[in-house]
């Protein structure tokens, strides 16, 4: 049994959302029930289902049936959680919205998950990332992953992924909250907001240049030409090697790109007078792109084997192979952890897929079931039914509570830049205290980018911070006082960092056995990858992102020319690492997994314990649909030549004026297309679009007679005409992401935006909290500055003014 047996959870969503929602909780033991349409759920035909769906149970139940619906009523009075992806308002009307359900069961933790929220102008559009991400602007925000005039299609499902892990957290935290209050209630979020917190410091940049337009410029990695414009995009080289496979490096620090260029043979250039300012060239374009045609000629000058040797050699030099499909799962670090399992299935045999999310060390995962068979729990579900009581409510909701969901948990963070950091931010917003232990000169993350906190005023959002020179056994001392009487420590540097200073589990755990000690390195905590920079780049090179976003127009091979291979290194270096959405944003919302998981497990009697995300493994979790494998597996959809879709039906096209997007893949939406385009052309009446299949093997005609039906009219047209219509088809948006959000009319309309007060901007806006729940409350906070709580953390310790002005002087603290 895991450490959530006894939990019930009905899952009523067909789509990938709902499946890795409820996957979490399977893993660890909570009995899922899979409510599957006539038919089976449309994920059935995807690879990843049988890791989706492992350790569940299903059965056949039409909610749109009366009496099926009545049976998905009586399993709700029975359940502790009940997921849900429909639009807003279709299961309201069916008996099975959240107020008929909780009214019935009262202890419901009742999730729904859209795709634009329950409010704003486009609250009734159909649920698809596709159509959620064009009009938000992450097409065009992608756009240099092409070199076609269209805003390209992203493939890696960015908003998916961060809506299940979100919706997690959601459910975790009313779970804890209900052992308080006894009482149960709605818990919600969406696609558009789960994907804004995967943005690191977009949102800053730009608020910093609307309101202080001549506070620094901000550089492109390329130039309109298509050279190298920032020194990063040097650090952060793409390069082939000769054999054809293309590598990311990692060389950020002054010391790592010294020794990156000494591996590439270059490490002359910083004595030679005329490249004496490498990697900055200021305007001189020319330069510029001499200094990245030599570093990628030596780069492709050595076999893959060879470069792997030199990374053996000297760990200041590192590069990341890029990977896709199945060979993410290949990964040394992911086998190392034991992340990879091969599991047999009943329908398709061995499975080769990830292994929990979370590995945690006194309470783990029990993963030994795969898939159910469409309808295979049928009898004894409808049994248990007959004989199981419904749930009777602990207390009443009227007189439940509307406190912060996570209110008296109390968080202490060792960890830098973005991915563990945000994943404690996301608790602030739901109520936990978090300290945040930074150097004497703050965390790097404040001045990356010129203009002050701007780059680190994200993931500082909520907490309390106090500096701390861990070298010095007096700041240790005081670190180790505060790890006793928190509820979690989380930790995310390089393997054995924690341990050489005396703040690793055990010395923790000897002062606070019930703490929850999470490690949530890059790579691990040992292992070949353990010491290993781990940068968003490097990481979502190696979980397919780059890859699986261009899909086949990049060739990988070894005869490409200079001009292919820049042209491939510059759309590959587009293709994952933004400051919008990257490798960083999916481990934060591990690492929050975890932190709550192991929160849970304590509740439920499990104590403290030491558990374990790594950016690596919440990677492959997000890209399971390519990763997972077996024989016989169906193809995952790939992106197009021009990478404008995933064939006709879900696929941009020109309008007369801009682009639209255009989402109908399902045979309801075909329906709706075919009656809101019958005043331009008789799709009905053409025998090669009569079903699926031919819709399918047609593909390429369906798309040439869509494309000359959108090219007549402009696409805000389009949109105006089709939407109402419930057709989904947008505009897509051609700017950036934080004008959409920054428009009234649509960011606060929705409710995706609040006004906090910051130490440094003042008053300023920022995104809201990505859950909300029907009665207990969320918090939106500004950030703060590095050290800002010192003396008040320190004199609740019990240190006097006079101890903590000494410990100033000595630079103990700061």
Known sequence: MGPLDGLRVIDLSPNRVGAQISQVFADFGADVIQVEPPGGCVIRQRAAYPFWSRGKRSIVLDVFHDGDRDVVAAMAERADILIETFQPGVLDGRGLGFEELSARNPRLIYTSVTGFGRQGPYADAPSYEGLVMAKLGLFHTFRRMTNQASPPFVTVPFASFA??????????????????????????????????????WAWFEHFIQERWPDAFIRTNPYDERGIPASPLTFMLLVGLTRDGTWLQFSAVAPRLFAALMKALGLAW???DDEWKNLPTFGDDAERRLELWTRMLAATNDKLLAEWQAVFEEDPNVFAE??????????????????????????????????????????????????????????EEILAELATAPARVAAAPPSTATTDLPLAGVTILEFATLFAAPHGTTMLTD???????????????????????????AKVMQGKESICLDLTTPEGQAVALDIAARVDVVIQGYRAGAMARIGLDY??????????????????????????????????????????????????????????????GARRLSAAAALANAQAD????????????????????????????????????????????????????????????GLGALYRVYDASEGWVFLAAPSPSDWDRLVKGLAGYVDLAGDPRFADPAGRHSNSAALIEVLAAVFARTPAQTWED???SQGIGCVAVHTDSIETMLFDETFGRASGYVVDVVHPTFDSHPRLAPYLRFSRSRTQAMPGVLAGQHTDAILEALGRSPEEIADMRSRKVIG
């Open 430 to 456: 739901l109520g936990a205290r978090v300290i945040k232990v930074e150097p004497l000169e703050g965390d790097r993350i404040r001045t990356i980018i010129p203009f002050p906190e701007s780059g680190g």
């Open 721 to 723: 005409e089709l939407l």
């Open 506 to 567: 055990q010395p923790i755990k000897a002062v606070n056995p019930d703490v929850i000690y999470v490690n949530a390195p890059g790579y691990g905590v040992d292992g070949p990858y353990g010491n290993k920079p781990a940068y968003a780049p490097s990481i979502g090179a190696a979980t397919g992102l780059p890859l699986t976003n261009v899909g086949s127009s990049v060739p990988e091979r070894a005869d490409l020319s200079m001009q292919e291979i820049q042209d």
């Open 269 to 271: 250039m910083f004595t």
């Open 585 to 644: 944003g999916f481990a934060a919302l591990g690492v929050t997994t975890a932190i709550l998981v192991g929160l849970l497990a304590r509740s439920r009697g499990a104590g403290g314990q030491e558990l374990f995300s790594s950016m690596l493994n919440t990677g492959a979790h997000a890209m399971s649909a390519q990763a997972v494998t077996y024989g016989g597996a169906p193809h995952e959809p790939a992106p197009d030549p021009e990478i404008r």
């Open 163 to 200: 809506a299940s892990q979100i919706a997690v957290h959601g459910i975790i935290a009313a779970l804890l909250e209900r052992e308080r209050s006894g009482a149960g209630q709605r818990v919600e979020t969406n696609l558009l907001q789960a994907f804004t917190s995967l943005d690191t």
């Open 321 to 378: 192979q890029y990977r896709s499909g199945a060979a993410i799962l290949d990964h040394p670090q992911l086998v190392h952890d034991q992340m990879v399992m091969d599991l047999e299935d009943a329908e398709r045999g061995s499975v080769h897929q990830p292994g929990p999310i979370v590995k945690a060390g006194s309470s783990p995962a029990v993963i030994a079931r795969s898939a159910p068979t469409l309808d295979q729990h049928r």
